[in-house]
């Protein structure tokens, strides 16, 4: 599954790795039960709920989305400590040259096996990752029913908050700051 990426985008949305749905798609967040979508455009990122054929259009948001593992598997417990951790280092290089200004990992379970935190809670984490700010937030697939939609999209909103700054390039072309 081809990431969604560009230089200089406000978030990159980084999920653990491709379910088998979406796999068989080709793209992200696909399951039909997933909630990042509608998250993303409650959270005010979008000015629609896109489906995920359309996720190319984010990147006119400022927003980009991959994965820290490629391979797909039915659940992210599939996979290993080493997959995570090999993942990350990966994503540190992929990310380095774009400069995005924050990434957003879905899912703390698998940040914390991926970065050796195994303390990290949700929310801004200490470090940089790429010189970009981490956040960590909520896996918004459907079998994680601990996160309804009003708290990803509560979630989601903070992170918005976080990254959005006079002329910053985030969220729905009417509403962005012009520098």
Known sequence: MADVL???LAVVFCGINPGLWSAA??????RPGNRFWRALHGAGFTEEVLEPADERRLLAYGVGITNLVARSTATAAELSPHELRTGAAALADRLAPLRPRAVAFLGVTAYRA???QPRAVLGEQPGPLAGARVFVLANPSGAQARYQLPELVAQLAVLRDAVSAPGAVVGPPSSRARP
């Open 6 to 8: 560009a230089p200089g």
């Open 25 to 30: 798609v080709g793209h992200h967040f696909a």
């Open 114 to 116: 991926a970065f050796g």
